[in-house]
C-alpha cells in the first residue's frame, strides 16, 4: 500500500545475539488509529524508536510519511510532521511547566497556543511548577500537551496512559478521536486493552520482535470465536484440525476450540459429529492477544 | 439520542451503531426530520474511532435511512417503507418472544437460550437449505 503513513520492510534490530526487532513487516494506513500491542520487551519501543531514526536498524529498512527513516535529511523532513509522545517521557527537570511549552512551542511550525492553553487548564497543570516536582501523571500529561498542542500529520504515542487516573485515561482516548477526526494518522502503544478496543481501527500485536497479528478490530470480532462443545463420547479432537482453529482443549466429554475464523465450519462439523453441545461465545481483544501470544 | 456501544459483543462496533439508531427510528425515539451529532462530536461522546461513526452513517445513508447534508451533518429519513419493514420486525418479535417463552416453561434458562439462538445463527444457510 502506498499510502501507508508507516511502511517497513525485513526491518530487524539486534543487540548482539538478541533480535530485539525481527523481520518486522508493518503498514499503517492513513485516516486511522492504529494501535501496537506486546507484553514488555516484545520490541515496541524499539521498533518506534527506529521509526523515528532515533536507532539505527541492524537490517531492512523503512519509511514513515514517505521519508526514508535511515536518511538523515528524510528523518528532518519528517519530524516536523511527526508529532511523539516517548515512553519515559523525558522533559528537563530543571525547567517549569510554562517554560517547558514555551520551549516546546518555538520548535513547532505548526504549534497551536490556543490548544496548549486549553490543555493546560483542563490537565490542571501548574504552570510555575518545575517539572521534576511534577507527579509520573503530571509529566505524562504534559508530554501529551506538547504532543497534543501541534497539528502533525501522524501521531505516534509510546504507552501514553502511563501513570494517569481512569479520567485522565478518558481524556487521552477522547483526544486521540479528536485528532483522530482532523485527519491525524495515530499509531501507539498499550498495555490498556480495554481502551484499545474500543478507540482503536486496527490493532498489530508484536511478540519477540514478530508481528503476530495485523488485523482491523472489526474483523477480529466478527471472525474470532470460541466454541464449546459437549461430545456423547471422547471429543474427536482430531476431526477438528481444519482452517482457522487455532487451539483445542480437551477435558472428559468437554472441547473448547479457539478459533480465528471458520466458526461455521467448527460448528458444522460438530453437528456431523452428532455434538450433544453446541455453544458459540465471541472473542475480546484481551483472549485473543493473551492466546496469540501464548501459542508463540 | 443515547448509544452504547460494546467492544466485546463479537460485532463490529459500527453495526452495533446502526442497528441502534434503526432501532431508534423503530420506536420512535428518532424521527423524521431528526438531526443526530456530527462524526466528531459522536466519536468524542461514545470515544470511538471516528471511522466507527463515519461507517455507520455511511451505511445507513446508503439504505435510505439516512440523510448526509455537506456541513450541515445527518437527518433521520424515516419513509413509509421503513415503517413496514419496522412493522416487520415486530411481528418477528412477537414470533421470537413467545418461543423464548415456551423455551422457558420447558427449563431452559436465559443464558442456554441466548446460546442456542448465537449458535443457530452461525449455521450456514445452504447446510440448512440441504437439510430440508
Given amino acids: 500500500m502506498s499510502s501507508s503513513v508507516i511502511l517497513t520492510r525485513e526491518l530487524t534490530k539486534s543487540y548482539g545475539s538478541l533480535a530485539a526487532v525481527q523481520e518486522l513487516n508493518l503498514s499503517v ?11 514488555n520487551g516484545a520490541g515496541k519501543s524499539t521498533t518506534i524508536k527506529m521509526l523515528l531514526g532515533m536507532i539505527r536498524p541492524s537490517s531492512g529498512e523503512g519509511t514513515v510519511l514517505g521519508n526514508r527513516i535511515t536518511n538523515a535529511a528524510e528523518n528532518r523532513e519528517m519530524r516536523r510532521k ?27 511550525p505548526d504549534w497551536r497556543s490556543d490548544v496548549a492553553t486549553k490543555l493546560l487548564i483542563e490537565y490542571k497543570l501548574p504552570p510555575q511548577r518545575k517539572v521534576k516536582a511534577l507527579s509520573k501523571g503530571m509529566r505524562t500529561k504534559l508530554a501529551l500537551l506538547l504532543a497534543f498542542a501541534r497539528r502533525p500529520a501522524l501521531l505516534i504515542l509510546d504507552e501514553p496512559s502511563e501513570g494517569l487516573d481512569p479520567v485522565g485515561i478518558e481524556h487521552l482516548l477522547q483526544m486521540l478521536v479528536a485528532q483522530a477526526a482532523e485527519g491525524v494518522a495515530i499509531f501507539f502503544s498499550s ?3 480495554a481502551e484499545v478496543e474500543r478507540v482503536a481501527d486496527h490493532v498489530c500485536i508484536l511478540d519477540n520482535g514478530r508481528l503476530l497479528l495485523d488485523a482491523s478490530l472489526d474483523q477480529l470480532r466478527q471472525s ?12 474427536p479432537e482430531r476431526e477438528f484440525r481444519i482452517t482457522g482453529v487455532e487451539k483445542i482443549q480437551t477435558k472428559g466429554h468437554q472441547m473448547s476450540v479457539f478459533a480465528s475464523e471458520n466458526a461455521e465450519g467448527v460448528i458444522e462439523r460438530a453437528r456431523d459429529l452428532d455434538a450433544v453441545s453446541v455453544e458459540v461465545a465471541p472473542v475480546g481483544l484481551r483472549e485473543i492477544f493473551l492466546e496469540t501470544v501464548k501459542e508463540n | 439520542m443515547f448509544f452504547k456501544l460494546t467492544p466485546t459483543t463479537g460485532q463490529p462496533l459500527y453495526l452495533q451503531l446502526m442497528q441502534q439508531i434503526r432501532h431508534a427510528t423503530e420506536t420512535g425515539a428518532l424521527q423524521d426530520g431528526d438531526q443526530l451529532a456530527g462524526i466528531r462530536t459522536l466519536a468524542e461522546e461514545l470515544v470511538v474511532s471516528p471511522n466507527t461513526v463515519a461507517k455507520a452513517y455511511s451505511e445507513l445513508e446508503h439504505d435510505g435511512l439516512l440523510e448526509l447534508r455537506q456541513g450541515c451533518g445527518a437527518f433521520v ?3 413509509r417503507r421503513t415503517r413496514s419493514l419496522a412493522d416487520h420486525v415486530q411481528v ?4 421470537l418472544r413467545e418461543l423464548i417463552e415456551q423455551l422457558r416453561e ?11 439462538f448465537e449458535a443457530e445463527l452461525l449455521y450456514p444457510t445452504e447446510v440448512v437449505v440441504r437439510r430440508r
Fill in chain 1, 82 to 108: 511527526v508529532a511523539y509522545v516517548a515512553e519515559n517521557k523525558p522533559l528537563y527537570g530543571y525547567m517549569s511547566v510554562e517554560q517547558t511549552i514555551h520551549f516546546a512551542s518555538s520548535f513547532y
Fill in chain 2, 106 to 116: 420447558q427449563g431452559l434458562l436465559d443464558e442456554e437460550i441466548k446460546r442456542a
Fill in chain 1, 29 to 39: 494506513g492513513p485516516n486511522r488509529i492504529t494501535a501496537f500491542l506486546g507484553q
Fill in chain 2, 92 to 95: 418477528a418479535r412477537r414470533r
Fill in chain 1, 191 to 193: 498495555h490498556q486493552i
Fill in chain 1, 224 to 235: 474470532y470465536r470460541r466454541i464449546d462443545l459437549v461430545f456423547a463420547s471422547t471429543p
Fill in chain 2, 77 to 79: 429519513c424515516v419513509k
